[in-house]
């Protein structure tokens, strides 16, 4: 996270927010077990250096009717691999 985004998540922990998150997002094609192509749009949530458990990310399919996630983990990987992605098909 750069110092001008850890920045603005301290200006907002001191005006009384909890959990502030950088978040970006990402646009993939995945393929389903059945073949077919599926448009999924990847969430990263990122709670910067020194959070407890500082990565989360969630998965939304079929146009926002399926959406899966992950529990907290330490690092982006874990985060990702922790993303339920079968329960999109």
């Known amino acids: 996270m750069s110092a001008d985004l850890q920045a603005v998540k301290q200006g907002l922990e001191k005006l009384g927010f909890?959990?502030?998150?950088?978040?970006?997002?990402?646009?993939?094609?995945?393929?389903?077990?059945?073949?077919?192509?599926?448009?999924?749009?990847?969430?990263?949530?990122?709670?910067?250096?020194?959070?407890d458990k500082r990565y989360s990310a969630e998965a939304e399919a079929d146009g926002g009717k399926k959406t899966v996630r992950s529990n907290?983990?330490?690092t982006l990987e874990?985060?990702?691999?922790?993303v339920h992605w079968n329960e999109l098909d």
Not at 45 to 51: F, L, N, S, T, V
């Open 18 to 51: 909890e959990s502030v998150s950088h978040l970006q997002t990402f646009e993939a094609v995945r393929t389903t077990p059945g073949g077919g192509s599926q448009m999924v749009t990847i969430r990263v949530y990122d709670e910067g250096p020194g959070a």
């Open 72 to 74: 907290a983990r330490d």
């Open 78 to 82: 874990d985060a990702l691999r922790n």
